[in-house]
Nanobody, 124 residues
Framework: QVQLVESGGGLVQAGGSLRLSCAAS????????FGWFRQVPGKEREFVAA????????RYADSAQGRFTISRDNAKKTVYLQMNSLKPEDTAVYHC?????????????????WGQGTQVTVSS
């Protein structure tokens, strides 16, 4: 079992930055890969970024490539999403998820644990 709690969301102007954190509790944190997904009301949840269990491999959605960076600190059992050059279209609830597969998965069906999410709002 893995419990996930996101934090770090908020209101920011376009061009600004935010760092989201995902604190995990439970066993075997270091064996899980993690992903960030986002959802806008009325739309499907979409993949943003993922990181492998060691942190050596990452994967990004095209919309996040070059602006967002995912990282992890296994000692702190925390996963981060650094978001720079934010745009109004980045506005969404951002969810952290854990996968037992170990690879940086982009498909939601490969994640077994989800956090409640943190709201990110980017004003123009």
């Amino acid at each position: 079992q893995v419990q996930l709690v996101e934090s770090g969301g908020g209101l920011v102007q376009a061009g600004g930055s935010l760092r989201l954190s995902c604190a995990a509790s439970g066993q075997a944190f270091s064996s899980y890969s993690f992903g960030w997904f986002r959802q806008v009301p009325g739309k499907e949840r979409e993949f943003v970024a993922a990181i492998s269990w060691r942190g050596s491999r990452t994967r990004y959605a095209d919309s996040a490539q070059g602006r967002f960076t995912i990282s992890r600190d296994n000692a702190k059992k925390t996963v981060y999403l650094q978001m720079n050059s934010l745009k109004p279209e980045d506005t969404a609830v951002y969810h952290c998820a854990a996968s037992p597969l170990g690879d940086p998965e982009w498909q939601q069906r490969n994640y077994g644990y989800w956090g409640q999410g943190t709201q990110v709002t980017v004003s123009s």
